[in-house]
């Protein structure tokens, strides 16, 4: 492996189609030159348009691939994305605390598919409130946001979850914003306006940023910096063709 990468790693669902899930991380980390390493939550029978069955991967199997990468490996940063519970995502969240208190965790914080898949219900707040003080960033959008903080107003529901972590609010599903996302902190909110008008509609668009986002905090930038370069990259994602299966590139 080469010493002049860092190493990241994706825990997330596998996606036949590469669209979403691990190989569209590993895409996206190879295009920012980092090392990825990836770990399936779940393997899924799907296509850009058609979510047809998931099949989670058990948990005391998740947990003992992150300890020996973690035991071997120096991590930067960790992306996870679908899960199948609150406490699944718990285990997997405490258990690299405990491995490396330094690693950054980045949770695309993924409810339903694009074709109305349910991943996750939020049931209890106090075990997600517990799991964020954990995260450093998370990346709902406008659906999301409110499902993770009881269906109060947008705003407020950023504002809340950013006590916590970091915030990036994704714009892609508010119909009066289209493409502007927000960035919550504790102490600021930074608008991110987009570059271009000639995106289109992407199958795994969600989890590209989350990527780009993780990539980027493990080459040193800043949370703002980081999401400003992954809010570029995933707009030329979503403008390198008309399909919904984008091509990756820098």
Request: hydrophobic fraction near 40%.
């Amino acid at each position: 492996m080469s010493k002049n990468r860092q190493i990241v790693l994706t825990i997330a669902g596998f996606d036949p189609s590469a669209g979403a899930g691990v190989l569209a991380d590993i895409k996206t980390f190879e295009q920012h030159q980092v090392y990825g390493f990836a770990i399936n939550t779940g393997n899924t029978i799907q296509t850009e348009n058609e979510f047809v069955e998931m099949q989670w991967t058990s948990l005391d199997f998740v947990l003992k691939s992150i300890r020996i990468f973690f035991g071997q490996y120096k991590i930067k940063a960790v992306k996870i994305g679908i899960v199948p519970s609150l406490e699944y995502v718990k285990e997997i969240v405490f258990t690299i605390k405990k491995l490396s208190s330094t690693t950054k965790i980045i949770w695309d914080t993924v409810l339903k598919s694009s074709t109305a898949f349910d991943f996750l219900n939020i049931q209890n707040q106090e075990i997600l409130i517990e799991i964020l003080k954990k995260i450093d960033l998370i990346t709902p959008n406008y659906n999301e946001i409110l499902q993770l903080s009881n269906d109060v107003d947008v705003p407020t529901a950023a504002t809340l979850l950013s006590k916590h972590c970091v915030v990036f609010l994704k714009g892609g599903h508010n119909p009066h914003e289209i493409g502007i996302d927000y960035l919550y902190t504790k102490n600021s909110v930074e608008k991110l306006l987009p570059r271009t008008n000639t995106c289109h509609e992407k199958h795994g668009s969600g989890c590209v940023l989350s990527s780009a986002i993780t990539a980027n905090v493990a080459l040193g930038y800043n949370f703002e910096t980081a999401c400003a370069k992954a809010k570029k990259y995933t707009e030329n994602y979503l403008s390198s063709n008309s399909t919904k299966l984008g091509f990756h590139h820098v």
